[in-house]
């Protein structure tokens, strides 16, 4: 179905995601790092990117600027972070965000962010033709 990109530094969330979309047909690549992140984003080319906002070096808001910065390898991002106050939350859209999930989650809330984005993304993709 798609494939995601998933970046955070504990290794027990990428597993948990890797377990979830993996059961639903999805390919998951991960990165424990923003910079590992960002050099798999380009190398990769991922279908959708979910991100944490909290992690040391290379944070979640600079990956998120990094990713959007070139409009031609536009890809859906989903935050998904411990963070829920309406500033972390008006940053993250503020730098394109295009969804935002808060830990704890329900798995859920994750397929319903999966399947918004990759609707997303195909609307941009008719756009373009």
């Not at 798999?40 to 990117?49: G, N």
């Not at 536009?74 to 963070?83: A, G, K």
């Not at 994750?110 to 990759?118: Q, R, V």
């Amino acid at each position: 179905m798609a494939k995601i990109l998933a970046i955070d530094n504990e290794l027990g969330v990428l597993d948990t995601l890797r377990t979830i979309l993996v059961e639903r047909g999805h390919e998951v690549i991960y990165a424990l790092s923003g910079e590992e992140g960002i050099a798999k984003f380009e190398k990769e080319s991922p279908d959708i990117v979910i991100c944490d906002i909290k992690m040391p070096g290379k944070d979640g808001y600079t990956v998120l600027k990094e990713i959007k910065k070139d409009p031609s390898k536009w890809r859906p991002v989903i935050m998904f972070t411990v963070l829920n106050e309406m500033a972390d939350i008006r940053k993250a859209y503020d730098y394109e965000a295009d969804y935002y999930i808060t830990k704890p989650f329900k798995v859920e809330d994750i397929i319903k962010a999966i399947h918004t984005m990759l609707a997303l993304r195909d609307s941009r993709i008719k756009s373009k033709s």
